[in-house]
Every structure is written in structure tokens, then in C-alpha cells.
């Protein structure tokens, strides 16, 4: 297209840097000569190259790039912000996000719900909740990402209390976020109402399951810990590395030779490495296994972006 002259052609110009941005096979730096030898852009050709940086671990790049496109005097538009604020929210830099979010706000993007919700995750990412919770009470309109974003902040501050107000608020609530809450209630010691939430649960998956049974070992109520874990394993729910080493955990302190014996032999049977298993659960500290189980829900925000 160089060499033919049809890279001065913004339409076709802009479906092969798509194509390029979109393929794994193609390098991010093969994407760049093409966007630098654009004659003409506009908003869609830069948002491209600003999202492939970001999806390809440069946020840096792309935040670099949302500079320049300013400096251009191109008009960003209100799909280019979600993509700079997540690179800000990899970067985990408050101070550039609060930059950021002035330029939404000139730009009058604020109102729009997808640029909202990737405020609400980049402030959150940083630490600082209560700037979370005033987009989220700003938002004329919320979605189902709105409220998994500022739950998520309140479940990684581990402030329980608010995370259970906004999650009972929750107009509908999905088994990403009831996973979490359970996780959030077994690190506080508060294992009834682990129990309960999961109960209540109309849909659960491995993560509910692996989410109790650690709670239940964070809580020294080994007995407990087995007999979910039989109760799973009897419905023939595929246990992974993490269910794994909860059990055989509970196993150690309980001194029950022959279950861990036949949980080792169920993680060899289904190719989970054992070593790693047995020596997680007499080494990993309690505290770091859920953490695996709670990032499920920072996945589910994302996936809204």
C-alpha cells in the first residue's frame, strides 16, 4: 500500500492498521510504521494504535500517543478515553489520571457510561477509593460493570462493610461478584455469612467452590473445608491447582494421612502438579490463596471495556 500510493486513502489506510492492531502474529512496531506513514488521520487510526499499545503491555506508548493526538489537534472522542484511562490503570499512576480525567470532564465525556466505569477501575487500581465512589455517584447512568468496579475498589481496600452495602444495592448481581464478597467475608473471619451468601448463589461455578473452601481453611474449620469439598467433587466439579492445595492444606491440620493421600493421587490423575500443590499448602501463607479467586472480578470489569 506504501509503495502503491493507497496508504494515502484513510479508509483503506485505517482497515490495515486494524488488521495489524487486531493480529497477534503482527508486532506493535509493524503497526506503527504503518500509522506513521498516514498522510491523514482521524480519531478512529489514532484510538487503534492507542489501544494496541495498551492491550500489548505499553501503556506508557499509549498514553504518550493520547499526548501527541492532542498536540495534533486531533479531537479525541469518547472511545478514545477508555483506552487512555486503562493504560493509566496499568500503570497504577494517580497523578496521571487525575490529569486525564480534567480532560474528560473539558470534553464532556463524564456522562458517558463506558468512560465512567474505566474511571471508577483506574481510580480504584490506585488505591483511591473515594474519588471511585464520586464518579460512581456521579454516573447519570450505571451498568452492570459500574457497580463490579466500585465493588471491586472496596474488595481490594478490604473495607467489608462497604463492599456488602454496595453489593446488597446491586440492582442485579452476578456470580463474579458473589465470589468475590465471599472471598472478602473469609479473609474478615466472617464465615456465616460466607456460607450463607453461597447458599443463596443461584448460579455457582469453581470459583464459588475454591472461594469457601478457602475460607473455611483461612478459618481453621477444616472439617468443614473436606466435606465442601466432598460435596463438590461428588456434583463432578473439575477441581484446579488453587481448590487443590486449600484441601490438602485442611488435610495437613488435620492430620488426615489418607484423604490428603487421595486428594495428591485425584491432582496427579488430572495433571495438576503436585509438588507445587503439596509444598503451597504447607508453605503458602492461608492469606495469599484466595487472592487468585478475587482478581476474577477486576477480569469482569475489564472484560466491559
Not at 480532560?103 to 463506558?114: A, E, I
Not at 461455578?205 to 475460607?215: F, N, R, Y
Amino acid at each position: 500500500m506504501i509503495l502503491t500510493g493507497y496508504i494515502k486513502d484513510t479508509f483503506a489506510a485505517s482497515r490495515l492498521l486494524k488488521f495489524s492492531t487486531d493480529s497477534n502474529f503482527i508486532h506493535v512496531d509493524y503497526s506503527y510504521k504503518i500509522f506513521n506513514h498516514l498522510e491523514r488521520s482521524n480519531g478512529f487510526i489514532w484510538n487503534a494504535m492507542m489501544r494496541a499499545y495498551s492491550q500489548r503491555n505499553h501503556p506508557q506508548k499509549a498514553i504518550l500517543l493520547y499526548k501527541l493526538m492532542v498536540e495534533k489537534n486531533v479531537c479525541p472522542d469518547k472511545y478514545t478515553y477508555p483506552v487512555v484511562v486503562q493504560a493509566v490503570s496499568t500503570r497504577v499512576d494517580a497523578l496521571e489520571g487525575k490529569e486525564i480525567h480534567s480532560h474528560v470532564l473539558k470534553m464532556g465525556f463524564d456522562s458517558d457510561v463506558y468512560v465512567g466505569n474505566t474511571l471508577i477501575n483506574m481510580y480504584a487500581v490506585c488505591g483511591d477509593i473515594s474519588d471511585a465512589r464520586k464518579v460512581f455517584d456521579e454516573m447519570p447512568v450505571l451498568d452492570l460493570v459500574s457497580w463490579n468496579s466500585i465493588l471491586a475498589g472496596y474488595v481490594q481496600m478490604g473495607d467489608v462493610e462497604k463492599a456488602k452495602l454496595m453489593f446488597d444495592q446491586m440492582p442485579r448481581k452476578n456470580v463474579i461478584a458473589s465470589n468475590s464478597m465471599i472471598v472478602l467475608f473469609g479473609r474478615s473471619g466472617r464465615v456465616s455469612e460466607a456460607r450463607q451468601l453461597f447458599d443463596e448463589m443461584d448460579e455457582r461455578d469453581l470459583v464459588s467452590w475454591t472461594a469457601l473452601i478457602s475460607c473455611y481453611d483461612q478459618n481453621e474449620i477444616y472439617e468443614e473445608a473436606l466435606a465442601t469439598f466432598t460435596e463438590m467433587y461428588a456434583r463432578g466439579i473439575t477441581v484446579d491447582e488453587v481448590l487443590i492445595i486449600s484441601v490438602l492444606s485442611a488435610c495437613a491440620n488435620l492430620l488426615v494421612v489418607k484423604t490428603g493421600a487421595l486428594i495428591h493421587g485425584l491432582a496427579l490423575r488430572i495433571g495438576i502438579d503436585s509438588y507445587r500443590c503439596i509444598s503451597g499448602s504447607r508453605d503458602a501463607p492461608k492469606s495469599d490463596i484466595p487472592k487468585n479467586v478475587a482478581t476474577d472480578l477486576w477480569t469482569e470489569v475489564l472484560k466491559g471495556f
